[in-house]
T-cell receptor, first 112, second 111 residues
Framework: NAGVTQTPKFRVLKTGQSMTLLCAQD?????MYWYRQDPGMGLRLIHY???????AKGEVPDGYNVSRLKKQNFLLGLESAAPSQTSVYFC???????????FGPGTRLTVT | GQQLNQSPQSMFIQEGEDVSMNCTSS?????WLWYKQDPGEGPVLLIA?????ELTSNGRLTAQFGITRKDSFLNISASIPSDVGIYFC???????????FGKGTRLSVIA
């Protein structure tokens, strides 16, 4: 039982490049989330999903897209990376009540 | 949007001391959670609180759901070096709304 996994762990992009971050969970959770963490800013919600095939915007959705084609996976896409998107990205999942969230180990992204 | 205010932002304590931190909101919450983040890792759930006035322990950690439903407290007794990290509070006020996170309290323990 791996819990929540994220790939890749580290990535460096040039401005304008695109990439996809993958989150996978093996707990059969309904809800999945993408956060970014910047120094002094805590965790800010980017997008989330309340079930397979559904997505919703969080606090800071601009510049990101997401997809939840399978219940166990939640993908975060950056179509045209900007230096302001340099951050640590965390994925989380929670069960039907959507309360207790379990986090992955994070992806450190640098955009130059 | 909703905000949670955590205090203190950071603290330095001696090993063996007790620690207190809190989280406040301008609106009522139905659920409070406390997480710990070790350096380079994702946050880990420590304690979840579901009722006003609830007091819950997890080893040396004790958290309380304030009776006004606008605050929560976390205490750590007899701190040890592995308590170092960032402690986040999180809350939810209704239905399926996502959790709101505080900005964290950074704890340093001096041996």
């Amino acid at each position: 039982n791996a819990g929540v996994t994220q790939t890749p762990k580290f990535r460096v992009l040039k401005t304008g490049q695109s990439m996809t971050l993958l989150c996978a969970q093996d707990m059969n959770h309904e809800y999945m989330y993408w956060y970014r963490q910047d120094p002094g800013m805590g965790l800010r919600l980017i997008h989330y999903s309340v079930g397979e095939g559904t997505t919703a915007k969080g606090e800071v959705p601009d510049g990101y897209n997401v997809s939840r084609l399978k219940k166990q996976n939640f993908l975060l896409g950056l179509e045209s990376a900007a230096p302001s998107q340099t951050s640590v990205y965390f994925c989380a999942s929670s069960g039907l009540a959507g309360i207790e969230q379990y986090f992955g180990p994070g992806t450190r992204l640098t955009v130059t | 949007g909703q905000q949670l205010n955590q205090s203190p932002q950071s603290m330095f304590i001696q090993e063996g001391e007790d620690v207190s931190m809190n989280c406040t909101s301008s609106s009522i919450f139905n659920t409070w959670l406390w997480y710990k983040q070790d350096p380079g890792e994702g946050p880990v759930l420590l304690i979840a609180l579901y009722k006003a006035g609830e007091l819950t322990s997890n080893g040396r950690l004790t958290a309380q759901f304030g009776i006004t439903r606008k605050d929560s407290f976390l205490n750590i007794s007899a701190s040890i070096p592995s308590d170092v990290g960032i402690y986040f509070c999180a809350g939810r006020n209704s239905g399926n709304t996502p959790l709101v996170f505080g900005k964290g309290t950074r704890l340093s323990v001096i041996a």
